[in-house]
T-cell receptor, first 114, second 114 residues
Framework: AQTVTQSQPEMSVQEAETVTLSCTYD???????LFWYKQPPSRQMILVIR??????QNATENRFSVNFQKAAKSFSLKISDSQLGDTAMYFC???????????FGTGTSLTVIP | EAQVTQNPRYLITVTGKKLTVTCSQN?????MSWYRQDPGLGLRQIYY???????DKGDVPEGYKVSRKEKRNFPLILESPSPNQTSLYFC?????????????FGPGTRLTVL
């Protein structure tokens, strides 16, 4: 069974500081894709960053980067220079190369404090 | 503008009254999917479709039906809604199988079943 676990229901960070959100997953597949989605109060789902499991290099998108540890099945999101607009729910998600299903974690609610 | 649209955005109904939530995308995407979002549970996949006339169950298909008669539309049907189907529903589409392409989400439909 494929599962995604986010063990931090809520987090907060001071503006301009760095915060790391944790995600672990479980799969027996070797090829898969991992994602972080952001859901601001508007409820719109926005893709933040994506990582292909076969790539060794960690993905980065501006202030967002991931720490992908394949052996540990860990996929954490680091947000640098946190901004008020980063306040949102963040979901870790996963899909396999062979399957067509998507699996989401339960989410981490991040608050950026001015 | 490339987008996924859902209607209605808000719906309050009563137990047993059949309803349909429509989903349409204008990006010629092959893959479409429905999710429900509940507090503490994250997003869970209800059904997905790889292409016209091809649909399959996700993790929580009970009580729902879908159809894909045209590429752009993927309606979600609740034949006999029950209170445990009160939730926030999202439709999403992707240019190919979810893992290869970014999923584009609709704005969500807030459903309340009394």
């Amino acid at each position: 069974a494929q599962t995604v676990t986010q063990s931090q229901p809520e987090m907060s960070v001071q503006e301009a500081e760095t915060v790391t959100l944790s995600c672990t997953y479980d799969t027996s597949e070797n090829n898969y894709y991992l994602f972080w989605y952001k859901q601001p109060p508007s409820r719109q789902m926005i893709l933040v960053i994506r990582q292909e499991a076969y790539k060794q290099q960690n993905a980065t998108e501006n202030r967002f980067s991931v720490n992908f540890q394949k052996a540990a099945k860990s996929f954490s999101l680091k947000i640098s220079d946190s901004q008020l607009g980063d306040t949102a729910m963040y979901f870790c998600a996963f899909t396999t190369n062979t399957g067509n299903q998507f699996y989401f974690g339960t989410g981490t609610s991040l608050t950026v404090i001015p | 503008e490339a987008q996924v649209t859902q209607n209605p955005r808000y719906l309050i109904t009563v137990t047993g009254k059949k309803l349909t939530v429509t989903c349409s995308q204008n990006m010629n995407h092959e893959y479409m999917s429905w999710y429900r979002q509940d507090p503490g549970l994250g997003l869970r996949q209800i059904y997905y479709s790889m292409n016209v006339e091809v649909t399959d169950k996700g993790d929580v298909p009970e009580g729902y039906k879908v159809s894909r008669k045209e590429k752009r539309n993927f309606p979600l049907i609740l034949e006999s809604p029950s209170p445990n189907q009160t939730s926030l529903y999202f439709c999403a589409s992707s240019p190919n199988r979810g893992g290869f392409g970014e999923q584009f989400f609709g704005p969500g439909t807030r459903l309340t079943v009394l």
